[in-house]
């Protein structure tokens, strides 16, 4: 693969975790669930993720490539189906649960980018998304810090500095 297909293709996996983070904020915010408070928080960190795609989106265009389109909530649910959502609490926890996945998969990205700007933008999407995990963490109670370090979705691909 070229360097510049690994990098539409890493691209192509943000931009569809992004749409999915703007389809659940759109999905939390027609629960009804949500207070006032809550739901401006949602509507920001919704507008994050849209920052997040228009940014994406222009590089895939940047290298040649077409932006994919976004799926229904409806789409995303069936394929990812989310816990039964009857409170503000379940729907904030299931948002940190997203955030947190996203904030995993940004800074996995990272190191497998070609391109060292790219790589900066997947890092950088990684550090709002850790702050969207931490912000709704801590709505919750908890510790808007639970680890050290952002969680490795692949520990079987560590790399052993000492061999």
Do not use: C
Request: aromatic share 6%; proline share 7%; charged share 20%.
């Amino acid at each position: 693969m070229t360097d510049k297909n690994n990098d539409l293709n890493l691209l192509t996996g943000g931009l569809d975790g992004e749409y999915f983070g703007i389809a659940a904020y759109e999905a939390a915010l027609g629960t009804g669930l949500l207070s006032a408070g809550t739901a401006e928080v949602a509507k920001k960190f919704q507008g994050d993720h849209a920052q997040h795609a228009e940014r994406i989106r222009e590089e895939i265009g940047r290298l040649g490539g077409t932006p994919g389109e976004s799926k229904s909530w409806a789409e995303y649910a069936s394929s990812y189906p989310p816990p039964p959502l009857t409170s503000e609490t379940d729907v904030v926890r299931y948002a940190a649960s997203l955030e947190q996945s996203a904030a995993v998969a940004s800074v996995a990205s990272v190191a497998k980018y070609q391109s060292p700007e790219l790589a900066r933008l997947a890092a950088s999407i990684a550090g709002v998304e850790a702050m969207h995990w931490g912000a709704l963490l801590a709505a919750l109670g908890e510790s808007p810090v639970p680890v050290s370090f952002i969680p490795d979705p692949e520990p079987e691909a560590r790399i052993d500095v000492a061999s």
